[in-house]
């Protein structure tokens, strides 16, 4: 097997000299504390205790020289030296991102800068590799995808989507709800929108084109005997796309 060295300081030797200052007296208990040291009377913190207290008086002064750095190699393996903080993260995430909608992913990690670069690895055949120089395929495939969404980053996707701005409980099992029907990044022709209850479904359609980024208010009523669990979630829509309809 192939080995890395990678040389570590690990150790600095001192050399020094140990002087006793004549003009102060060592006080009684401490001239006692080696004899009780030697018959297990002290503890070893009692015992250096006492010899903290030498120094700290300056009755015991420590002048130190350093003299040298001692250089020991530190044996890595190649997987070992393929190991990237980034790409272990990758891994963590990957059981959340396997079971997660990919926009709901993107959502809940959005802090993490190279989130893109794992949701790219994960899609890349060598993820799926099981021999034994994986660790290493799947570094250097990180740091390509990496290097690559740095030079080319992507434009981000924004999706119609229906924000709430209002919910008044009108007395009865009634409900009062206000909402924006948004586009994204392109013109919403036509959406439908789907507010449920526990008591009933209500579906709500817009009236007019809505342009890209820009966001239409709706309102209605829906009875429900717990306001707070109602949903609220677009089942169809119609984006205007390079002059064509798209329906989905």
Known sequence: MNKLFVAIPVLVLFSGSIAYSSGESIPAWVKNTALWYGEEKISDQEYLDSIKFLIENNILTIDTIKEESII???????????????????????????????SEFQEEHFFISYLQDCMDLYEDRVWQYQGDDRTERIYNKFVEIHAHNTEFPETKTIEPHVQVRSLVNAGHEKSMMQFDICAGDKQLDKAKILVKSDLEAVVVGSDKDISSNSCRNYSTQIYA??????????????????GDDDVQ
């Open 72 to 102: 020991e190699p530190v044996v890595l393996t190649p997987e070992e030296s393929f190991i990237d903080p980034r790409v272990i993260m990758c891994n963590v995430l990957y059981n959340t991102y396997v079971v997660q909608d990919k």
């Open 225 to 242: 005997k717990y306001p707070e669990n109602i949903e609220i979630e677009i089942i169809e829509k119609v984006i205007k796309e390079s």
